[in-house]
Nanobody
Framework: VQLQASGGGLVQAGGSLGLSCAISGSISSIIYMDWYRQTPGKERAFVARISTRDEKNYADPVKGRFTISRDDAKNTVSLQMNSLNPEDTAVYYC?????????WGQGTQVTVSS
């Protein structure tokens, strides 16, 4: 499984940004897709998850502001981020989980200015 994240950038506090993750390879092996984020000196933190049955889970800090979705026709998973604040500044990673392995894409930087 290969993952390619895109869509990061610079946005002002209160603004919105959308991230996309293009998926290729053994897509049928994927059980769920996640977004994680990481800031310098901290561990990578869970942000959101979507399963193959479209079940969604969110980390508490992003509930009500972020929305994860999937487009099976395009083999993409997206993360729509609204009401962004400086604490959302991080490198965002998409990740795929199969029964035996977790896959990671390269990160995309999101910077929220105050």
């Amino acid at each position: 499984v290969q993952l390619q994240a895109s869509g990061g950038g610079l946005v002002q506090a209160g603004g919105s940004l959308g991230l996309s993750c293009a998926i290729s390879g053994s897509i049928s092996s994927i059980i769920y897709m996640d977004w994680y984020r990481q800031t310098p000196g901290k561990e990578r933190a869970f942000v959101a998850r979507i399963s193959t049955r479209d079940e969604k889970n969110y980390a508490d800090p992003v509930k009500g502001r972020f929305t994860i979705s999937r487009d099976d026709a395009k083999n993409t998973v997206s993360l729509q981020m609204n009401s962004l604040n400086p604490e959302d500044t991080a490198v965002y990673y998409c990740s795929a989980r199969s029964r035996s392995q977790r896959y990671w894409g390269q990160g995309t930087q999101v910077t929220v200015s105050s």
